[in-house]
């Protein structure tokens, strides 16, 4: 019997919502596969956490997840607590030292569920984006001098490396050529920003000499907003930088129905660390306690873990159970226009994976 050790953190907000539900997905996953097993550790860390302690997980944190297969994780942020402190507290604090510079989204218009494009029925918009997620405008440099006075100064300077930029772009390349339409496009904003994006341009090219069979261009992220409404089909495979991506994938889960089906891995390629499994939502105050989250984003995200892991016949078979929950409307959350609770669509999607024959 496979094992894998999985560290579970909920975080705040509907992270721990989604969590236990994509948790007993993933129970039912590996009972219904019974070639492997999940062994799950879960850690209190977030908000209520900080403020107990007065820092959002405890100083040895990591180590304590080092040897983890896989990490699944819900969302950060609190009403009460500064954002910029849960996200660095947390998040980054274990993305960027893992290293997991990687950050995949796919994004596909599941069945059952209307994209606002009016032309897109589905098929037309299949997309992963891939966000650099180390370094770029959140490597976290700059700093705040003359505070309280009239000539206060901020800066936040984006960092890019040579390495950084190569690496994502291999990555990003090595992706879209295992995807059918081996194509990818390459989002710049090299014409404003003319030291570190001519950069990014130029390695883009550099690395698309290594890859002849995949199709690459490039686009002004201004224009990719436009082109991924007025043209989704012209794009497959995309890499962008760490902030353009982020924006273009909230756009992207807005794109194929909701924010609330919208999953992502945080890889580390070199599996030197633990790679990192979420849904791309934040933890939601708005519907935090109401028992109406959408779980599905976390139950793709724990497909894609199961990909990583090795575990393919489990990931399909939970992708499988996922569609044919989003293709029944009865079973839609408030986000995609319906009533089903966070426990009736995880029923369902539970019910499916037992039923699964194949
Ligand atoms: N990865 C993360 O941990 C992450 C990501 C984004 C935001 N945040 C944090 O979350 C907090 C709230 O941020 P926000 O409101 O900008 O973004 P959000 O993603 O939490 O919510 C945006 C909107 O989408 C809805 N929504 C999100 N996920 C949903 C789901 N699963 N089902 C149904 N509806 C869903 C929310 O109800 C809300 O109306 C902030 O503190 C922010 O910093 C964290």
Redesign the pocket.
Known sequence: MRSYRIAAIP?????T??IAAGLRALAVCSERDGGFRLAVDHFDWGSDYYKAHGRMMPENGRDQIRHHDAIF???????D?P?HV??WG??LAICQPFQQYANVRPTRVLPGITSPLRHVSGPELDWVIVRENSEGEYAGVGGRVHKGFPHETATDVAMFTRTGVTRIMRYAFGLARSRPRKRLTVVTKSNAQRHAMVMWDEIAAEVAAEFPDVDCDKMLVDAMTMRMVMRPDSIDTIVATNLHADILS?LAAALAG????AP?GNINPEREFPSMF??????????TGKG???????FWSGAMMLEHLGERDAAARLMRAIERVTADPRLH????GGTAT?AQVTDAVCEALLGDNR
């Open positions: 975080g705040d907000g509907i992270g919502e989604v994780f819900g969302a950060v942020g609190a009403p607590v954002d849960t996200l947390l998040r909230d909701s924010l609330g089906i992502t979420e849904p791309i939502h934040g933890s939601a105050f708005d519907i109406i989250a959408n779980p599905v984003a976390t959350t408030p986000d995609l966070t």
